[in-house]
């Protein structure tokens, strides 16, 4: 006579950590990050403290980020809005849309001691400035630069100069804004910013 009584495994399986638990123990992290970056700023950052914070194993947190300035940048950048379409198709108001999400981050609560923090520790380790270059290129210096060349292409602006040179125009004042003045940026900047190089760069 056969025996149906199911096998009982004498060794429980170990819990694994869900989805759900690991991204709202990352997203705690990065909320930690941000805090510690708007208090400590990047040169007296503690990774003891935001894993205080978190209620994270250090573990966890080098495991996520082998490299602490990289856990900064994506900190800071989860804090920009997603770039608005232009009200209209004028070139000042497109070029602007690119560079507000980084104005209104900075005017926002600790948004302006994240973002400098996390500036500061792209310019100190390697693995957390190529972070930061890749976010830039990809969501704004690309898309200003085809903005750029449609415009030159229509006349609206001057052909005869070096497109990187004027994406540079227009975005190193954020830095100077952060970093030099310890400030965030004014409001309407973006596109003071925007008015600004096409005025220059009128044919």
């Known amino acids: 006579m056969m025996d149906d009584t199911p096998e009982i495994n004498p060794k429980p399986s170990k819990r694994r950590q869900g989805p759900r ?3 709202a123990s990352r997203a705690a992290i990065l909320e930690a990050t941000r805090e510690e970056l708007a208090r ?3 040169r007296k950052f503690s990774v003891d403290s935001v894993a205080k914070r978190a209620r994270a194993s250090k573990q966890t947190i080098y495991r996520w980020w082998p490299a602490t300035g990289t856990m ?8 920009l809005p997603e770039t608005a379409a232009p009200a209209s198709p004028n070139p000042a108001d497109r070029l602007a849309a690119l560079l507000q ?3 209104t981050c900075t005017r926002a609560g600790n948004g302006y001691a994240v973002m400098r923090g996390a500036l500061m ?3 100190d380790e390697k693995d957390a400035g190529d972070a930061w270059r890749t976010w830039m290129k990809t ?3 690309a898309p200003l630069r085809l903005i750029l060349a449609e415009i030159a292409a229509k006349q609206v602006i001057r052909r005869d100069y070096d497109i990187d040179e004027a994406v ?3 975005v190193s004042p954020i830095w100077h804004n952060l970093i030099i003045m310890h400030a965030p940026l004014r409001e309407g900047f973006s596109r003071e910013q925007a ?9």
Request: hydrophobic letters at 55%; aromatic letters at 6%.
């Open 40 to 42: 400590s700023g990047w």
């Open 72 to 79: 900064c940048v994506e900190a800071a950048i989860a804090l």
């Open 101 to 103: 999400p980084i104005e």
């Open 21 to 23: 638990r690991s991204e």
């Open 195 to 203: 008015v600004r190089l096409l005025r220059v760069m009128a044919p």
């Open 168 to 170: 540079n125009w227009l």
């Open 139 to 141: 969501n704004i210096r």
């Open 121 to 123: 520790a792209a310019a």
